[in-house]
């Protein structure tokens, strides 16, 4: 591999210094090594292996005639099938005029940070475009570090230290679970005790939960059920739904905050218009659920539980320390235990670590550095999403639902991220 292509990631330099989001890049990358004759296992881009849902698939169909301008703030049927949604599944009493709904989340995120003023806090490791988005901006970013110990999940001690010299600040806490890129989630306790701090320095959260519903037991608690006053909660179809690309988004707003939903929608009329009709149509049927998609959600969880289990256990075997993942397809394993093999080899930093794996196993995956770490930190995101999803769905249908998903099903329907994860722990060793 050229000089040129292994850093191809770090190239396409554009707005403020910032290169292309690390998620998309590595993706690029991948398939252009791909195209090339290149033998890639793509564990680094986070999209969703599942197809879409066939009765929101139909119901898309009907609806591809829909070409008019919908509301700003988006179409209301949709805004009151998310209501009933939060109502159904996490027992929140939202209006269906405090939804916002918009071409996916991450435009939404982008523009709260644009109309509210304040500090932007976000727990690291995340998700790699919130803090890109307020550079753009040009808003000022707190880290708060987490550890594996924690399950890289903010505490409550954390955030107090930060707040309470300056208890008045205007601030929005960004909060992600199951999170992206550990797969970890909080418990209805650290939920509890994290809403008490906020409310008491009136943080705003932003509760990103677009992965809700790929908690593996089905049991996703939103903390607005605890600090309702001061929670927008965040979701859309990409990752619960398959429908990364259709780009839909919400963000679900309590009374309290309905002024900032204006002010966002303000913006989102001199920007985006609205939302593409014929998707916000669509979203109406996945909102509403039913059994074939509750039927959908419960085989999904099943498929990436058992995927989950086993590559967790294959890299803890392998030496690898990793916090116990609740959702999602992600984990985020520790090398610090290989750190002197590592320097034997001229690795230092987990970027020169996913660069030599990629070049001497053909595993795609991306470095903590993306997530906000710092370089020494030998950490790294593995996304366990490269198999066909919906030939997987079909075969666990026909496996009774007391037998577990496991052996032969994986390595028949799960191959690449089997061989992928074999391929990694053999380079360890």
């Known amino acids: 591999m050229n000089q040129k292509t292994t850093h191809e990631v770090h190239l396409n330099l554009n707005v403020r210094g910032l290169p292309l989001s690390a998620t998309l890049a590595i993706n690029e990358l991948s398939n252009r090594l791909l195209s090339e004759g290149k033998t890639v296992y793509k564990l680094g881009l986070g999209q969703s292996p599942f197809p879409v849902p066939q009765p929101v698939v139909e119901e898309l169909k009907a609806n591809a005639h829909q070409k008019d301008y919908l509301p700003v703030k988006g179409l209301m049927a949709l805004r009151e099938a998310v209501t009933d949604y939060y109502l159904r599944t996490q027992q929140l009493n939202l209006q269906a005029e405090n939804i916002l709904i918009g071409p996916g989340s991450k435009e939404l995120m982008f523009i709260l940070q644009l109309v509210y003023y304040g500090d932007l806090v976000i727990p690291t490791p995340s998700w790699v475009s919130y803090a890109p988005q307020a550079h753009i901006i040009g808003r000022h970013v707190r880290w708060l570090p987490t550890s594996v110990e924690n399950n890289w999940l903010l505490t409550p001690k954390e955030l107090d230290k930060l707040c309470r010299n300056d208890p008045t600040k205007p601030r929005i806490v960004i909060l992600n679970y199951p999170n992206n890129p550990t797969g970890c989630s909080y418990s209805v306790e650290e939920l509890q005790t994290l809403a008490e701090t906020a409310r008491r320095y009136r943080i705003i959260l932003l509760s990103d939960e677009i992965y809700g519903e790929l908690n593996f037991e089905g049991k996703h608690i939103s903390i607005a059920r605890f600090y309702p006053e001061g929670t927008i909660v965040s979701g859309g179809l990409s990752k619960w739904c398959g429908a990364g690309g259709w780009r839909l988004g919400t963000f679900s707003f309590p009374a309290e905050l309905s002024w900032l939903l204006d002010a966002m929608a303000v913006v989102a009329s001199e920007t985006y218009t609205s939302t593409s009709a014929p998707i916000q149509y669509a979203a109406v ?145």
């Open 285 to 429: 049927r996945a909102f509403k659920g039913g059994t074939r998609i509750e039927r959908y959600l419960w085989q999904s969880r099943r498929v990436l539980k058992a995927l989950n289990d086993a590559i967790y256990r294959k890299q803890a075997e392998a030496g690898l320390k990793i916090a116990r993942t609740d959702g999602a397809f992600y984990m985020f394993p520790d090398f610090a235990t290989f750190r002197e093999q590592f320097c034997r080899k001229g690795i230092l930093t987990s970027e020169q670590l996913c660069q030599r794996l990629l070049e001497e196993t053909g595993v795609a995956i991306l470095p903590g550095t993306a997530f906000g770490r710092s370089p020494e930190e030998l950490t790294a995101r593995l996304a366990f999403v490269d198999f066909d999803g919906a030939r997987a769905l079909t075969a666990a249908e026909q496996i009774p639902a007391h037998l577990p998903l496991e052996g032969d099903f994986l390595e028949t329907y799960c191959s690449q991220v089997m061989t992928a994860t074999d391929r990694l722990c053999d380079w360890l060793s």
